[in-house]
DNA sequence: CTGGGATATT
DNA sequence: AATATCC
């Protein structure tokens, strides 16, 4: 069925040719990697227990195996399978227990650091995974090599690797051989293997990675985005579509990744949004244009376990105590101060087991908070007091309750800094890890927070029935600490942290290690390259009438970005007069959205449109084409092509599948033009943290100033 | 009773 | 402050 019609460069392309830009601008292409240790868990503790490799191995969580080795997996284990099953499929399997996720959030720090140290531009996605992107590692290397001398490391999709010729596609080449040795530099420093993605976006690299599983990596290229995509057995496979989203489209009739392609963009937008109904569907397309945000520190620490039941307060004190104990350890050896606490809980009852959290979170005085990194037993029957208002918030104790997993979460982290000399301190840096004796007072009473009379030690909003006065009271409190939260030190000392990090692990590096382009871009090379700032996003960016300007400023870049490049003419119209076939009903042939499509080519092109859902696809790339070609125009000078009332210099109303599809010239061209921005550090802003920040900052107040102590999680020997 | 996190959005 | 998503 599906056969790889996508293969061929269609001659009609060569009508875009437009020559004037040869691969000039190849500049605006990112190399995206993605790297995924295999079996995780399982590795981690064959490594402590090397006599485990050979074994049958089970990682087990309550009473579920959360990843087994590749042994296991011979003998048809599987992840998350229930131990019953699997001890009667592979009898001798040995079991771990993984509850503690200790070791795991060591080494998994460790990895995102070597691959720092490499490249500075890493992003984490739970334990086990890493994006980095490489495009500048990438640009620095094609200089001082030969097009010729170039290869494929690893699988390439849908091809068969060695037969294919780099051509076009030197960048993503170099970005393999990048990815092979950094995969390299994992099994030889850390012990791990991995599988890794190549390709020119986190959503692309993170679906091919997978491609061929153990210890192995596939390259995509852009021209087989679409066979990728549409190789996935719902839109859940889709990173960024969950289980909530899927849902809603089910509802709508929509269940394959094709569906979700064609579906009317329109009835998306009801449905999600205008931001987010166009985000999945370009998702679906395979467009993604979202930046590799560098990691950092984590933004928050909590603490969970689940039981089968628990039905009185008391159990509920003694889970609480228990979680509230190793949390403030670790918070303790954090060194940052938390400001607010979370408890959540899910009841037994709950319809679909899944999705039945509920939470309460409030602040956490800040005389409580310095008990916690003073590693003070005192804090945790504080502590303790007022999560278990938190909890009488959630539950009525009156009634019978039923609870199957408490959580426990300090958020909020405050860097309480010197800031000034952050850099000297770096280096004195002894992990602490504080000796802290922990007394383990298990405060049975609830009433025991206050103990001075500061107004902002007064409880905060735990209380269940508050007046106003207390409402006040809290405010204030609440702006209090935040105001005096602002550390100063602003960007000097702020550009530490990962520097930081980056020069020591680098320090204690082998030279034998490939290049390492590392560090140089504190300074003037990011921002030059990158950011020009959101607001003056060129002259201010036509927007569709409906579009409130100050909305779209305030969004982040890479989504005013992927609205641009999806406001479509016919969007702002309330043509209802097109009409979309019904998803379901559409015969899937025709390789190009046309709903889309429909759209683009809008009135003028209208009448074609009943015959696009014919499934002419003769017809369907034409138009494609005319519309390329009319945004090629616009971009070149100016001039509208079509109904003078769309936006004479508004960034191409491109389809993002048919974009992706494009042939990769035409698509640099294409986003030069659009000013495709290049991934930044996001160097926290100068601002004090004032409450206000309008805009969302992705990674708010952690990134400005750091704590040295923090240095942990990039070198906890 | 599929775990124990973590992050981002509203 | 609560929800959705990801691993």
Same mark, same amino acid.
């Given at each position: 069925?599906?056969?790889?019609?996508?293969?061929?460069?269609?001659?009609?392309?060569?009508?875009?040719?437009?020559?004037? %830009?040869?691969?000039?601008?190849?500049?605006?292409?990112?190399?995206?990697?993605?790297?995924?240790?295999?079996?995780?868990?399982?590795?981690?503790?064959?490594?402590?227990?090397?006599?485990?490799?050979?074994?049958?191995?089970?990682?087990?969580?309550?009473?579920?195996?959360?990843?087994?080795?590749?042994?296991?997996?011979?003998?048809?284990?599987?992840?998350?399978?229930?131990?019953?099953?699997?001890?009667?499929?592979?009898?001798?399997?040995?079991?771990?227990?993984?509850?503690?996720?200790?070791?795991?959030?060591?080494?998994?720090?460790?990895?995102?650091?070597?691959?720092?140290?490499?490249?500075?531009?890493?992003?984490?996605?739970?334990?086990?995974?890493?994006?980095?992107?490489?495009?500048?590692?990438?640009?620095?290397?094609?200089?001082?090599?030969?097009?010729?001398?170039?290869?494929?490391?690893?699988?390439?999709?849908?091809?068969?690797?060695?037969?294919?010729?780099?051509?076009?596609?030197?960048?993503?080449?170099?970005?393999?051989?990048?990815?092979?040795?950094?995969?390299?530099?994992?099994?030889?420093?850390?012990?791990?293997?991995?599988?890794?993605?190549?390709?020119?976006?986190?959503?692309?690299?993170?679906?091919?990675?997978?491609?061929?599983?153990?210890?192995?990596?596939?390259?995509?290229?852009?021209?087989?985005?679409?066979?990728?995509?549409?190789?996935?057995?719902?839109?859940?496979?889709?990173?960024?579509?969950?289980?909530?989203?899927?849902?809603?489209?089910?509802?709508?009739?929509?269940?394959?990744?094709?569906?979700?392609?064609?579906?009317?963009?329109?009835?998306?937008?009801?449905?999600?949004?205008?931001?987010?109904?166009?985000?999945?569907?370009?998702?679906?397309?395979?467009?993604?244009?979202?930046?590799?945000?560098?990691?950092?520190?984590?933004?928050?620490?909590?603490?969970?376990?689940?039981?089968?039941?628990?039905?009185?307060?008391?159990?509920?004190?003694?889970?609480?105590?228990?979680?509230?104990?190793?949390?403030?350890?670790?918070?303790?050896?954090?060194?940052?101060?938390?400001?607010?606490?979370?408890?959540?809980?899910?009841?037994?009852?709950?319809?679909?087991?899944?999705?039945?959290?509920?939470?309460?979170?409030?602040?956490?005085?800040?005389?409580?908070?310095?008990?916690?990194?003073?590693?003070?037993?005192?804090?945790?029957?504080?502590?303790?007091?007022?999560?278990?208002?938190?909890?009488?918030?959630?539950?009525?104790?009156?009634?019978?309750?039923?609870?199957?997993?408490?959580? %426990?979460?300090?958020?909020?982290?405050?860097?309480?800094?010197?800031?000034?000399?952050?850099?000297?301190?770096?280096?004195?840096?002894?992990?602490?890890?504080?000796?802290?004796?922990?007394?383990?007072?298990?405060?049975?009473?609830?009433?025991?927070?206050?103990?001075?009379?500061?107004?902002?030690?007064?409880?905060?909003?735990?209380?269940?029935?508050?007046?106003?006065?207390?409402?006040?009271?809290?405010?204030?409190?609440?702006?209090?600490?935040?105001?005096?939260?602002?550390?100063?030190?602003?960007?000097?000392?702020?550009?530490?942290?990962?520097?930081?990090?980056?020069?020591?692990?680098?320090?204690?590096?082998?030279?034998?290690?490939?290049?390492?382009? %590392?560090?140089?871009?504190?300074?003037?090379?990011?921002?030059?390259?990158?950011?020009?700032?959101?607001?003056?996003?060129?002259?201010?960016?036509?927007?569709?009438?409906? %579009?409130?300007?100050?909305?779209?400023?305030?969004?982040?870049?890479?989504?005013?970005?992927?609205?641009?490049?999806?406001?479509?003419?016919?969007?702002?119209?309330?043509?209802?007069?097109?009409?979309?076939?019904?998803?379901?009903?559409?015969?899937?042939?025709?390789?190009?959205?046309?709903?889309?499509?429909?759209?683009?080519?809008?009135?003028?092109?209208?009448?074609?449109?009943?015959?696009?859902?014919?499934?002419?696809?003769?017809?369907?790339?034409?138009?494609?084409?005319?519309?390329?070609?009319?945004?090629?125009?616009?971009?070149?000078?100016?001039?509208?092509?079509?109904?003078?009332?769309?936006?004479?210099?508004?960034?191409?109303?491109?389809?993002?599948?048919?974009?992706?599809?494009?042939?990769?010239?035409?698509?640099?061209?294409?986003?030069?033009?659009?000013?495709?921005?290049?991934?930044?550090?996001?160097?926290?802003?100068?601002?004090?943290?004032?409450?206000?920040?309008?805009?969302?900052?992705?990674?708010?107040?952690?990134?400005?100033?750091?704590?040295?102590?923090?240095?942990?999680?990039?070198?906890?020997?």
């Amino acid at each position: 069925m599906d056969s790889g019609e996508e293969e061929e460069e269609e001659p009609g392309w060569g009508v875009m040719e437009t020559g004037v %830009v040869g691969g000039a601008v190849e500049d605006s292409q990112r190399v995206i990697l993605h790297f995924d240790l295999d079996c995780f868990y399982a590795q981690v503790e064959m490594i402590r227990n090397p006599a485990l490799r050979s074994k049958p191995l089970g990682v087990q969580q309550k009473y579920i195996i959360v990843t087994c080795n590749y042994v296991a997996r011979e003998r048809s284990v599987t992840k998350l399978m229930g131990v019953k099953e699997a001890l009667e499929k592979c009898p001798d399997l040995v079991l771990v227990k993984g509850e503690d996720l200790t070791h795991y959030r060591d080494i998994s720090y460790k990895v995102t650091e070597l691959l720092m140290s490499f490249c500075p531009l890493v992003e984490r996605l739970g334990f086990d995974e890493n994006f980095v992107d490489v495009s500048e590692m990438v640009e620095t290397r094609m200089k001082d090599t030969s097009i010729s001398d170039l290869s494929f490391v690893g699988h390439v999709y849908g091809h068969e690797a060695s037969s294919v010729e780099v051509g076009d596609h030197s960048r993503l080449a170099v970005g393999s051989a990048i990815a092979a040795e950094l995969r390299e530099a994992l099994r030889s420093r850390l012990g791990l293997t991995s599988c890794a993605g190549v390709a020119t976006s986190k959503l692309l690299a993170k679906l091919v990675s997978g491609a061929f599983k153990p210890n192995q990596q596939t390259t995509l290229l852009p021209q087989s985005s679409a066979e990728l995509m549409n190789s996935l057995s719902g839109p859940c496979k889709v990173p960024g579509i969950g289980y909530r989203t899927v849902e809603k489209l089910k509802v709508l009739g929509v269940v394959s990744v094709r569906d979700l392609q064609l579906f009317p963009l329109r009835d998306l937008i009801r449905e999600f949004g205008e931001v987010n109904g166009r985000r999945i569907q370009n998702l679906a397309c395979g467009v993604d244009l979202s930046p590799v945000t560098p990691a950092g520190p984590p933004q928050s620490l909590s603490d969970e376990d689940s039981f089968k039941k628990i039905s009185t307060v008391r159990e509920v004190q003694s889970k609480v105590t228990e979680l509230l104990n190793s949390l403030c350890e670790r918070m303790c050896k954090d060194g940052r101060l938390p400001q607010t606490v979370r408890l959540t809980l899910r009841r037994a009852s709950a319809p679909s087991r899944w999705f039945s959290r509920e939470s309460r979170q409030c602040p956490i005085p800040k005389h409580t908070a310095q008990k916690i990194i003073t590693g003070c037993g005192e804090a945790v029957p504080q502590l303790l007091s007022i999560v278990m208002k938190l909890f009488h918030k959630l539950v009525n104790a009156g009634d019978p309750f039923h609870l199957t997993l408490l959580n %426990v979460c300090f958020s909020n982290l405050q860097t309480k800094n010197s800031g000034r000399n952050a850099i000297s301190s770096f280096f004195t840096h002894t992990t602490t890890s504080a000796a802290h004796t922990h007394v383990q007072e298990t405060g049975t009473e609830l009433g025991v927070c206050e103990e001075s009379s500061s107004i902002t030690q007064a409880n905060p909003a735990c209380g269940t029935q508050n007046t106003e006065s207390t409402k006040e009271l809290l405010k204030c409190q609440t702006s209090t600490a935040s105001s005096s939260a602002s550390s100063a030190s602003p960007s000097s000392a702020s550009s530490s942290f990962f520097q930081n990090a980056l020069l020591q692990s680098i320090r204690s590096k082998p030279s034998t290690s490939p290049r390492q382009p %590392v560090s140089k871009h504190s300074g003037p090379k990011t921002t030059s390259s990158g950011r020009s700032s959101t607001l003056e996003t060129q002259k201010s960016p036509k927007l569709p009438p409906h %579009v409130d300007p100050d909305v779209f400023q305030a969004l982040p870049e890479h989504i005013q970005k992927e609205l641009m490049a999806s406001f479509q003419t016919g969007d702002a119209l309330p043509e209802d007069s097109i009409e979309n076939p019904s998803p379901v009903a559409a015969p899937a042939r025709a390789e190009r959205p046309e709903q889309q499509t429909q759209a683009h080519i809008n009135q003028k092109q209208t009448s074609q449109l009943s015959q696009i859902s014919l499934n002419q696809s003769h017809q369907i790339e034409h138009s494609n084409i005319n519309v390329a070609q009319s945004q090629n125009h616009n971009l070149c000078d100016s001039s509208s092509t079509e109904s003078a009332i769309s936006l004479p210099d508004v960034p191409p109303n491109v389809d993002p599948l048919v974009f992706s599809q494009l042939p990769s010239d035409m698509q640099n061209e294409l986003l030069a033009e659009w000013k495709q921005r290049k991934p930044t550090l996001k160097i926290s802003s100068t601002k004090p943290a004032t409450k206000q920040s309008a805009s969302r900052d992705h990674r708010p107040a952690a990134r400005a100033s750091q704590n040295n102590s923090l240095l942990k999680y990039f070198k906890p020997n």
